[in-house]
């Protein structure tokens, strides 16, 4: 049970060479009181068959979306995947290689992560990317802090259609770093522009509005724009579900500043909700602020192209407390999961994902509202998520759904208690076959009844 | 071996590789469904681009890239260990790798059991009560810390404390967090022999002092030696002490954090506990904190209720909130599972003994050549300097440059900040003697060689795909994406090299 | 749905410059007659997500050995194979190239084959080995052919302790070749000296026994090879459990003259018995009549050690109607997955891995034979598989069994109708654990009452 | 690059990789349980290396080694086509990867109903009437068909016939399988345009003859125009006509062998369908048969019943009997399966008639450099002669080795034996026309070298991990495993390349 080659023979011998007798000889810069006095109380060691039976049952524990049709977005989504993606990506040069410090070996890495900056401005339309930020929360939470730039001291509005587990980050960052959140309020769904203009002021410095919202609600992104850009702020696009932007406008043509998503259902497994995949995109002059590695091409000394990471001045390593951002390990594995991903798909499959998901999404919302007591909450436009009010609380719906092995939509209740109990949030991927949303709509007729 | 060209400048109108489920559901013109204003006027630019041509394309990309698989990587402070292949197929399993985090808790007793067993297993290995494994990397650990400090301190009326101390050798995330939970930053010096200087340190407490953050051992691969010392005086003070656990993988199983006096822990998972890299990322930054704390950490947290079901319990009304969505980077969380479930107590043990061990016998080896800072055991690392090698004309990056002809990666270059010329170097305990000593005379030949022929350093690398590269046309005329139109950057000297290809 | 990257656009274009305006104009020589006039009547194409859900359907049907205790042999065997295997030999340079006919740049290739044949030595205790054949009954086949010589006449003798499956291939080629195979009758479970003896005659070529035989049964090999060695017949042991090396006597220490053996347990996916792995090895003085190929030893012209397919002027791709064996096509990255896996193991955990086959099954033996009515059927040492008489019918007892997710022994009385119906034959490898045993004996228990 | 020792060479006592499940039954000594004297005495002497030592080395192996993903594989006959990623996820699920070949039919359903379903297809692509997927290879094909041919034969008396027509093109196997199955060859001469010559066919034919064995296209690439005259010759003559199908990525919809009067087919399934030929193997060779052979084929073989379930039929009284243990390569199969359900009905075609189109394109441009024995359209291969560049000191085989160091593999050289100097070009459909492009452009390059500067040629290959091997001492002092004390073979030439490594 060990990783450990040289052995104990052979760790004497070297001891020998050290003129010590045992591996205590070496610990004595350790003061006693400061040793731990005994084993540590931790299960003993498995060997590697034990270990992978029990975690397969383990794993065995949890429903996985291989056996039940899932129906739940809200910010993790059922992608489809081809094949080449994960036996590209999970390459053990690419898996097992560190940050590429030393770029004369690490052309790989840097070319893919160049690669994944411009897939990530082309889908959002924006002029620079960088190379991964941890989550689409914190990239959300590193665009305020961008606009609020040093100091960090001003106001962040944040529309609640923005998810709420990201607002709840940027509610937990806003108090450590001291500045003021405020939320703007919906309106039949969407954020109020009303609600928004009451709140610009000279004092704020970012306008966040997630699209399509929380709701799988398209937003009027331009007048949110057009408002925000009133003032000084900067205009923040938060995309949880990239799929949309197949077919919806690009942050890059509504004159969005910054664009901060999660990129993990880029090809990446969907994995608890974990790791994921900032994406963080931005307008050109925002380019020495930026948070997060940058990739740029060069040449080496024999003439030939090569990548670089590049404008380390801003970060950490060299700037330490006057970084943009205190990032260091970010997502680089996801990104190039993501980029292969998006090779993958190319041009025309990345526009038909995005006509799937929302013609999907269409089919399983006529066909859900049409079973009686099923209504949807918003008069709006959506694209693969919509909400429903059902004649039963959510909670006990899912339990007879989760019989026919189905998923069901997302609770609202603990979120948006001013829906009520019986509010749910149905998600409908290119994932998801007709027949897959006649089993649903089937099961959840049989759920209220 | 000739570059290999862009994705984008690959490929031809209409081609495309993957293929989605046939359209079976009725359809209606976009147009219907969305207002044509918030559609997409263009496709976005993506390649057009083949399935073989992917394949082909990645696969020459992973090919000019350098792992841990593919031969020794002694990069120190980053703890470049064996990646288990165990790891990775436990974290494929759809089990794990396919479930979306807002199922119901009933649906995924297996991954809330995991991640509990794993907080209580990082508790024991720090000697901390509790643990969140939110934080999605070290920096991350930091920035969450520092905010429980805070809220801490705040709880306790002490809100005015709004300065971290950090000694010269941390590294830049340290004072980076800092800056970000809204602290100043006073540095402390290090002492003659690498530690933390106690007098300075003594100057610089006082009533606003919110916390120390230290390593330990710290980025020379020495151990505090004052450590009891230095967590009595800070907690004289008022403050909290903060572990980065960045170098953990010297000390597991032979002292724990907690037990010396460290309030907040964080765990770099994907160092300490072999999770791949991965290029750079993801990894996975638990921290751990000591009773006091536990009411602010992040929620929700893992819970056991008494018929031995799992599930997610809210954070109390003291907490500082969620610092990311979700549960941390699950799947690394289930290589950092298997790999303490695989070493068990005995093996975590033996990896900081045979960590440390690995790191001295280097050490030994090359301090006759190279310049060693403080000359004492070092744990699982050390740091020399290059300055001999430099009055002769050969810096560390030659150095580093020069190793990578020979196969290997280089050591960690001019950090810590306070030694000049440094060359960090951190073995692990994964790597063979033969390794070690391979090692050992390649780093000699390159002391020798800058003597003898230090042309063949100072131009190194020879032998991989590309040569030194121009940073500051990277910096001076940022390219950051490909754009249609661009050609490669190339410049005259462009000739091929050797036989064409 | 295709993986032809050239669009019909490029396809015109490339026509073109060949003078031709559609692909029919290329097709000239086929005959209008010979032509298929319509379109194949196939199912139509399926996308990969399709595929891959129809496909992870059709795996779901059947019961895996992930998800049911496994106490079957008889040829295949459930292994437990550590995770670095499949990482390394999967790898696309492995995997994705053909023969190594320029072995400039099948270095990789050609080094592993050369250290799976060492290998393939080192636990046969033979002085050669070949880079590998169809499977262990093929390898037999070629086994037989050699010792026969050119012309291929001449008496095979082959125990009845051989895989049946191995005897029934061995026959239909003995038919189209033209040899004689005659069955040495077994005694008490093993291979009878005393048939052996009469059967034994001048124009005796080979002498065919499997070891540990077909009922698990540890055979007396060098009595059995001094008998067959009284003639000019070539001894040939066969063997399908591999593991079984670990701790018995190796080929080579009982004066065998050729090793016939099934190696796909040796880290492959027992995958329904295919691909297989034929291992052959043999004295040295048959190298230049060794069928399949050879990887040898040998320098570049730089200097350096490099290797190569040799010995060629045996194979057909030389010597066409006199090569020694029809041979081209091998399973070549079967051994490549051998050859981890042996080097995984290594020379501890390979003699570990015989010691606990032997300990587990005989743990089973004792619990399974201390139920009423359960009985051994041999009194004879044996390996990891043992023969019991139960109560009932196998196949009965195997149906109340699988109720359980245990796949039972077995049933003997199909290929062994001198047995009974109630005959069945167990296997207990290093991946039984005691509790899986145990389960065993209970479902057994019910499943006899 | 450095050579890598053989894993012998590394390693240390006592160091290991894999560990067992802990040891949870009662033990006794082995002695006990198996007579001393059956017990090995030494153990054998496999390496002690640990898990890291074999990552890398086999990880370097794989680095020496090149593949379809790792660039164009022209490899004339062996279709090295781009093989679909999709192909293995589908060949690793547990439900195909872990299922024991012994279970009762009905706890594998899903396999017995794929194999079931793959053999119907099959036998829809050849216009066969029925398949067995039990033949390992094509030569494993080609032996199973002609035993089947000949216990047709005998059971109608005619078991005399004992002669079997090769024509001079065919490959290795053909005549290796014939004599296999107990058969003298007649070898019949290739006519002027490449096909066979069907005058020397009617010398051959007499009432010796059990069969013909050909491929169509055949190994020139050519299609033969007088197939339905041939076979009717055949025929009449009492003989059968045997289809070798290594070449049917030309026909895929296009023609099927049984259309054409073939009576047994062979599908190397690793060629036309795509699975990877994982360095030499494992591939398979499924056969198809006419009504009237149906009778002999091996068994056992897939049925379905009324209520539709799978199980396995024992064949016959006339079959031959199994040709091997179990059920055929599986995992194979399932790939194959994938391939053929993913392209469908036209996709098939597409993939024919783009080899078609691939091979004249590349044909079409190199011509007039080199020679083209039978000048006509090929079908999806066709063979080069060097003989204008041998006259200049150039081989096949030194063409062959400069393309390596292009970055390409090289095509099949010296066969079919009948071309002086044959390079035979296999493109296939994948391939993009820029990869085309490419290989035209580089042998007009070795054609430009081989009259300026032809030992640029003779030399090659310069760039790859070895140069040129030494064939002969590698047959005339073999060296076929390694023994302890061996040191490698290595010659004074013996200096390191360029800079160290
Ligand atoms: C000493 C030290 N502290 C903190 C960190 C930051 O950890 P992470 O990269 O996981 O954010 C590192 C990583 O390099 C480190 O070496
Ligand atoms: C024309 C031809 N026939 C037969 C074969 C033999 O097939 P296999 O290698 O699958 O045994 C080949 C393989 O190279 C071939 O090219």
């Known amino acids: 049970m060990t990783y450990i080659p040289n052995t104990p023979a052979e760790q004497q011998a070297m001891l020998r060479t050290l003129g010590a007798e045992t591996i205590e000889d070496l610990l004595g810069a350790i003061p006693a009181e400061a040793r731990l006095p005994r084993p540590l109380d931790l299960p003993p060691a498995m060997s590697e068959p034990a270990l992978r039976r029990h975690e397969m049952a383990l794993a065995g524990k949890n429903l996985n979306l291989d056996e039940a049709l899932c129906f739940l977005g809200a910010g993790s989504y059922d992608r489809l995947v081809p094949s080449v993606v994960a036996h590209l990506a999970k390459r053990s040069e690419f898996l097992t290689s560190y940050t590429p410090y030393q770029p004369e070996v690490s052309q790989g890495m840097l070319q893919a992560t160049y690669e994944f900056q411009t897939m990530v401005c082309q889908i959002t339309g924006m002029e620079i990317a960088n190379a991964s930020l941890y989550d689409g929360s914190t990239a959300v939470v590193e665009a305020a802090l961008l606009a ?48 928004l203009h009451a709140h610009l002021g000279p004092n704020t410095k970012a306008v966040i509005v997630q699209q399509p919202n929380f709701f799988g609600v398209v937003e009027d992104m331009p007048a949110l724009e057009g408002l925000a850009h009133t003032t000084k702020a900067l205009f923040v696009a938060a995309i949880t579900e990239p799929a949309s932007l197949g077919v919806l406008a690009p942050p890059g043509a509504y004159n969005a500043d910054i664009v901060a998503a999660e990129g993990s259902s880029l090809g990446n497994p969907i994995g608890y909700g974990g790791p994921a995949l900032g994406l963080f995109a931005a307008k050109s002059d925002l380019m020495r602020r930026m948070p997060g590695r940058l990739v740029g091409e060069t040449v080496d000394d024999r003439g030939q192209r090569g990548f670089v990471l590049t404008l380390q001045a801003r970060e950490q390593q060299i700037r330490r407390e006057k970084a943009t951002s205190n990032i260091c390990t970010n997502q680089a594995l996801l990104a190039v999961f993501a980029t292969v991903y998006l090779a993958s798909l190319g041009k025309q499959g990345f526009r038909e994902l995005g006509v799937q998901c929302v013609q999907r999404a269409h089919y399983a919302f006529d066909q859900l509202t049409a079973i009686p007591g099923v209504e949807p909450i918003f008069d709006r436009p959506f694209f693969d998520e919509f909400a429903v009010k059902l004649p039963k609380p959510v909670s006990k719906v899912n339990r007879t759904l989760a019989k026919h092995n189905i998923i069901g939509g997302y609770d609202l209740s603990r979120t948006y208690p001013e829906l009520g109990k019986n509010a749910a949030l149905f998600c409908v991927t290119e994932a998801r076959t007709r027949d897959d949303i006649d089993q649903l709509v089937s099961a959840l007729k049989e759920a209220v009844q | 071996m000739s570059t290999e060209p862009l994705i984008f400048e690959m490929g031809a109108p209409g081609r495309r590789a993957a293929t989605l489920l046939e359209m079976d559901v009725p359809t209606r013109p976009l147009e219907d469904l969305v207002p044509a204003a918030a559609l997409r006027q263009e496709d976005a630019p993506l390649p057009e681009v083949s399935e073989i041509e992917i394949v082909r394309h990645f696969t020459h990309l992973a090919e000019r890239n350098f792992g841990v698989d593919s031969g020794f990587y002694p990069l120190g402070s980053c703890t470049m260990k064996y990646n288990p292949k165990l790891n990775e197929d436990m974290a494929a399993l759809p089990g794990f790798a396919r479930i979306h985090p807002l199922q119901d808790d009933a649906t995924v007793q297996g991954a809330i059991e995991l991640i509990y067993t794993l907080e209580q297993m990082l508790c024991e290995i720090a000697g901390m009560a509790r643990v969140t494994v939110q934080p999605s990397a070290g920096a991350h650990g930091e920035i969450t810390g520092l905010m429980i400090i805070k809220a801490y301190h705040e709880s306790r009326g002490e809100g005015h404390r709004n300065v971290v101390l950090i ?99 964080h765990f770099n998972l994907h160092k300490t506990c072999s999770t791949p890299h991965g290029g750079g990322g993801p990894g996975a930054g638990p921290i751990g904190v000591a009773p006091h704390l536990v009411p602010f950490l992040p929620g929700p947290l893992p819970a ?56 001295n016998y280097l050490m030994h080896a090359l301090k006759d050549l190279f310049t060693l800072p403080f000359d004492r055991t070092c744990m699982h690392e050390f740091v020399l300097s290059a300055n001999q090698q430099k ?73 991989t795909p590309v040569g030194r590269l121009d940073q500051t046309l990277a910096a001076r005329k940022p390219r950051l994406r490909w754009s249609p139109g661009d050609a490669p950057r190339t410049s005259e000297k462009s000739v091929p090299v050797g036989v064409s290809r």
Chains 1, 3 share one sequence.
């Open chain 2, 391 to 463: 009055a002769r004309g050969v810096t560390a990056m030659d150095i580093a440059k020069r190793l990578l002809d020979f196969g290997m990666y280089a050591p960690t270059v001019y950090f810590p900040l306070i030694v000049p010329e440094a060359v960090m170097i951190e073995p692990t305990e994964t790597e063979t003697r033969e390794t070690l000593d391979r090692f050992i005379a390649v780093m000699r030949q390159i002391d020798q060689e800058s003597r003898e022929n230090p042309e063949l350093v100072t131009h190194a690398p020879h032998t």
């Open chain 2, 167 to 265: 000694p010269d050798s941390a590294h830049g995330t340290n004072p980076a967090s800092a800056t970000l939970a809204d602290y100043e930053i006073r540095e402390i010096r290090t002492d003659g022999r690498g530690g933390v200087d106690v007098e300075h340190l003594r100057e610089l407490l006082d009533d606003k002092v919110a916390a120390l953050m230290m390593t330990n051992p710290n980025t020379l691969g020495v151990f505090d030696e004052n450590i009891v010392e230095i967590a009595r005086l800070v907690h004289d003070a008022g403050g909290q002490l903060y572990y980065d656990g960045a170098n953990a993988n010297a000390i597991l199983g032979l002292v724990r954090p907690g037990d010396t006096g460290f309030d907040v822990v």
């Open chain 1, 148 to 195: 609020l730039g040093p100091g960090g001291r001003g106001e962040v509005l944040v529309s609640r259609g923005v998810d709420p587990q990201y607002r709840a980050t940027l509610a937990t960052y806003a108090h450590a770093r001291g500045f003021t959140l405020r939320e703007i309020a919906l309106e039949n769904g969407a954020t109020s522009t009303r609600d």
């Open chain 2, 304 to 359: 056991k209720d008494a018929d031995g079901t799992f599930h997610w319990r809210d954070a109390g009304p003291q907490s500082i909130g969620r610092v990311r969505a979700n549960n941390g980077n699950f799947l690394v969380l289930v290589r950092a599972y298997t790999y303490i479930r695989f070493n068990g107590p005995d093996g975590l043990r033996r990896v900081s003994e045979s960590a440390v061990l690995n790191a």
